[in-house]
Protein backbone atom coordinates (compact mmCIF):
# COMPACT_ATOMS: atom_id res chain seq x y z
CA UNK A 1 0.00 0.00 0.00
CA UNK A 2 1.15 3.40 -1.31
CA UNK A 3 2.35 6.24 1.50
CA UNK A 4 3.05 9.67 1.31
CA UNK A 5 4.57 11.67 3.84
CA UNK A 6 5.19 14.95 3.18
CA UNK A 7 8.13 17.46 4.75
CA UNK A 8 9.55 20.33 4.47
CA UNK A 9 7.63 23.20 5.97
CA UNK A 10 8.28 25.45 8.34
CA UNK A 11 8.43 29.29 9.20
CA UNK A 12 10.20 31.34 6.84
CA UNK A 13 10.30 35.26 6.06
CA UNK A 14 8.68 37.21 3.30
CA UNK A 15 10.83 36.37 0.19
CA UNK A 16 12.35 33.65 1.42
CA UNK A 17 12.56 29.78 -0.06
CA UNK A 18 11.74 26.60 0.95
CA UNK A 19 11.29 22.83 -0.77
CA UNK A 20 8.80 20.63 -0.15
CA UNK A 21 9.36 17.01 -0.25
CA UNK A 22 7.12 14.23 -0.61
CA UNK A 23 8.43 10.95 0.10
CA UNK A 24 6.61 7.09 -0.87
CA UNK A 25 6.77 3.93 0.96
CA UNK A 26 5.36 0.68 -0.33
CA UNK A 27 4.95 1.12 -3.54
CA UNK A 28 6.86 3.02 -6.33
CA UNK A 29 6.61 6.70 -6.83
CA UNK A 30 7.30 6.83 -10.63
CA UNK A 31 4.15 5.20 -12.36
CA UNK A 32 1.71 7.85 -12.35
CA UNK A 33 1.82 11.47 -12.06
CA UNK A 34 2.58 13.24 -8.96
CA UNK A 35 0.52 16.52 -7.51
CA UNK A 36 1.06 19.16 -4.94
CA UNK A 37 -1.96 21.10 -3.30
CA UNK A 38 -2.74 23.76 -0.96
CA UNK A 39 -5.37 24.08 1.23
CA UNK A 40 -6.31 26.80 3.99
CA UNK A 41 -8.64 26.87 6.86
CA UNK A 42 -11.96 26.60 5.10
CA UNK A 43 -11.22 26.36 1.67
CA UNK A 44 -11.02 23.27 -0.51
CA UNK A 45 -7.68 22.16 -1.83
CA UNK A 46 -5.92 23.80 -4.64
CA UNK A 47 -4.09 21.92 -7.13
CA UNK A 48 -0.30 23.87 -7.38
CA UNK A 49 1.59 21.48 -9.37
CA UNK A 50 1.80 18.34 -10.83
CA UNK A 51 4.62 15.99 -12.58
CA UNK A 52 4.34 13.13 -15.10
CA UNK A 53 5.67 9.74 -14.47
CA UNK A 54 8.52 10.18 -15.91
CA UNK A 55 9.33 13.99 -14.88
CA UNK A 56 9.43 15.17 -18.35
CA UNK A 57 6.00 16.82 -18.15
CA UNK A 58 5.15 19.47 -15.10
CA UNK A 59 2.26 22.07 -14.70
CA UNK A 60 1.67 24.94 -12.66
CA UNK A 61 -1.45 27.12 -11.52
CA UNK A 62 -0.78 30.40 -12.46
CA UNK A 63 0.06 31.53 -9.10
CA UNK A 64 2.96 29.28 -8.98
CA UNK A 65 4.69 29.96 -12.25
CA UNK A 66 7.88 31.61 -12.05
CA UNK A 67 7.93 30.90 -8.63
CA UNK A 68 7.68 27.40 -7.83
CA UNK A 69 9.43 24.50 -9.47
CA UNK A 70 8.31 20.35 -9.19
CA UNK A 71 11.01 18.04 -9.82
CA UNK A 72 11.07 14.48 -9.03
CA UNK A 73 13.78 11.95 -8.15
CA UNK A 74 12.61 8.64 -9.16
CA UNK A 75 15.73 6.82 -7.94
CA UNK A 76 15.20 8.27 -4.25
CA UNK A 77 10.99 7.75 -4.38
CA UNK A 78 10.78 11.55 -3.75
CA UNK A 79 9.05 14.36 -5.82
CA UNK A 80 10.06 18.07 -4.39
CA UNK A 81 8.53 21.65 -4.43
CA UNK A 82 10.74 24.02 -4.76
CA UNK A 83 9.04 27.02 -3.74
CA UNK A 84 11.13 30.85 -4.03
CA UNK A 85 9.94 34.22 -3.42
CA UNK A 86 7.33 33.53 -0.74
CA UNK A 87 4.82 35.52 0.05
CA UNK A 88 2.28 35.63 3.36
CA UNK A 89 -0.64 34.41 1.09
CA UNK A 90 1.59 31.38 0.46
CA UNK A 91 1.11 30.30 4.46
CA UNK A 92 -1.00 27.32 4.25
CA UNK A 93 -0.80 23.28 4.03
CA UNK A 94 0.31 21.59 1.53
CA UNK A 95 -0.17 18.15 0.45
CA UNK A 96 1.48 15.59 -2.03
CA UNK A 97 -0.99 12.79 -3.66
CA UNK A 98 -1.02 10.80 -6.65
CA UNK A 99 -4.32 9.19 -8.34
CA UNK A 100 -3.02 5.32 -8.68
CA UNK A 101 0.07 3.16 -8.25
CA UNK A 102 -0.80 0.95 -11.36
CA UNK A 103 -2.65 3.23 -14.20
CA UNK A 104 -0.57 6.25 -15.37
CA UNK A 105 -3.02 9.12 -15.60
CA UNK A 106 -2.40 12.87 -17.35
CA UNK A 107 -0.52 15.66 -15.34
CA UNK A 108 -3.28 17.95 -15.16
CA UNK A 109 -3.37 20.93 -12.52
CA UNK A 110 -7.15 20.77 -12.36
CA UNK A 111 -7.54 17.27 -10.57
CA UNK A 112 -8.65 16.47 -7.65
CA UNK A 113 -9.71 13.31 -6.93
CA UNK A 114 -6.41 11.58 -5.82
CA UNK A 115 -6.41 7.79 -4.55
CA UNK A 116 -3.28 8.70 -2.23
CA UNK A 117 -2.79 11.65 0.03
CA UNK A 118 -0.35 12.48 2.47
CA UNK A 119 -0.89 14.18 5.61
CA UNK A 120 0.81 17.81 4.57
CA UNK A 121 3.22 20.06 6.14
CA UNK A 122 2.25 23.30 7.08
CA UNK A 123 3.94 26.35 5.29
CA UNK A 124 3.94 29.53 7.48
CA UNK A 125 5.29 32.51 5.78
CA UNK A 126 5.99 35.55 8.22
CA UNK A 127 8.21 38.23 9.31
Known amino acids: QLQLVESGGGLVQPGGSLRLSCAASGEGLDYDAIHWFRQAPGKEREGISC????????NYADSAKGRFTISRDSAKNMVYLQMNNLRPENTTVYYCATKSTFVQTMCDIRSRSMGYWGKGTLVNVSS
Open 51 to 58: ISASGSNA
